[in-house]
Nanobody, 112 residues
C-alpha cells in the first residue's frame, strides 16, 4: 500500500487549496481520511470517508473543508477554503486495511 499526498503549499488567509492523495495497493472499499499536525500540537483528525462515500468532518472545519474520493482514479481529495493561520500544518492522508497506512504528508502554510 502506498499513499502519495500532494497539493500543499503557501496560501494567503482566505485562500483555498485542494489536497490530493493518490493510492495504490488498496481496494475501493478501504476507508480513507486526512489528519493534520500543526507545530507543537498533536495530530488531529480532519475528515474521513468510507467506502460508500459517507463522510465525517471535524466539527470546527465543517463548511470550509470537504473530503471526497474518486475510486476510478484511486484518489482522495480534501478541498479547503477560507483558510486561516490556524490551518497551517502538515496534512497526512491515511487508509485502513489490515492496519493504518500513512502518506508522507504535505505542508500547508497559511501566511500573509
Amino acid at each position: 500500500v502506498q499513499l502519495q499526498a500532494s497539493g500543499g503549499g503557501l496560501v494567503q488567509p482566505g485562500g483555498s487549496l485542494r489536497l490530493s492523495c493518490a493510492a495504490s495497493g488498496i481496494i475501493s472499499s478501504s476507508p480513507m481520511g486526512w489528519y493534520r499536525q500543526a507545530p507543537g500540537k498533536q495530530r488531529e483528525l480532519v475528515a474521513s470517508i468510507s467506502y460508500n462515500g459517507t463522510t465525517y468532518h471535524e466539527e470546527s472545519l465543517k463548511g470550509r473543508f470537504t473530503i471526497s474520493r474518486d475510486d476510478a482514479k484511486s484518489t482522495m481529495y480534501l478541498q479547503m477554503s477560507s483558510l486561516t493561520f490556524e490551518d497551517t500544518a502538515v496534512y497526512y492522508c491515511y487508509t485502513f486495511l489490515d492496519r493504518v497506512y500513512w502518506g508522507q504528508g504535505t505542508q500547508v502554510t497559511v501566511s500573509s
